[in-house]
């Protein structure tokens, strides 16, 4: 598929993901967090945003249950609230925006929920908040470009001030470099580098753009 992405820059670019890339996403999901054919998911993510392919597909390569929920329903605390119960959810992907809509609601969670959480970063505040209200809180990272999620980490509340992004899903690779591309010492700050089975084809009608994102592996 293609989808454009602006990032930060505020100027739309098609990224052209491909078939496999996509598959070792949903295959490595579907073991971390984790999806069996006993669940059911609550889609809440419009299809104009990569991450609505997780929602979708992974419960139906899977054997689970998908329900789609309404656009009216994902803004509304209370018929999101409502959505959840009735249907029996078991997990739920979201924003950190969306599950705090929820907790400012005095929604009271469900005990048999997984929660998993992208898009922005998870302040450990909310994801200690939800902790007691759900089985398990899941905070996701990735960027398009490496085909929705990249990492995973299972959140444990008291472990940091902070959350992390985790561990590489299957096949991916984290590297962290500095400004010549070579590896920095443990605790030195630099930039992150993802390759691995998830990296996209490029930038769709943007060979210049792709030759300076898409570097071959410098390590």
Not at 105 to 124: S, T
Not at 153 to 176: D, E
Request: hydrophobic share 35%.
């Amino acid at each position: 598929y293609v989808i454009y992405t602006s990032g930060s820059t505020g100027n739309p670019k098609g990224v052209a993901v491909q078939h496999n890339s996509l598959l070792n996403f949903l295959y490595s999901m579907q073991e971390q967090p984790g999806i069996t054919e006993t669940d059911t998911l609550l889609a809440v993510t419009t299809i104009s945003f990569d991450i609505a392919a997780l929602e979708i597909y992974l419960p139906l390569i899977t054997g689970a249950t998908v329900v789609l929920a309404t656009r009216e329903t994902t803004i509304d605390p209370d018929l999101l609230s409502k959505t959840i119960t009735e249907n029996n959810i078991s997990i739920m992907q979201a924003t950190p925006a969306t599950w705090r809509m929820l907790l400012d609601n005095n929604w009271q969670g469900k005990k048999d929920l997984k929660i998993l959480c992208g898009g922005e970063a998870l302040p450990e505040n909310l994801a200690a908040e939800l902790s007691s209200r759900c089985q398990e809180i899941w905070n996701l990272y990735g960027p398009t470009e490496t085909t929705i999620w990249s990492s995973v980490y299972k959140y444990s509340q008291g472990n940091s001030s902070t959350v992390s992004i985790g561990k590489p899903i299957a096949n991916t690779q984290f590297y962290v470099l500095d400004s010549h591309l070579n590896l920095v010492p443990k605790g030195i700050p630099g930039e992150l580098y993802i390759g691995g089975s998830g990296l996209a084809r490029g930038y769709l009608h943007r060979g210049d753009l792709t030759a300076e994102r898409f570097i071959p592996k410098p390590v």
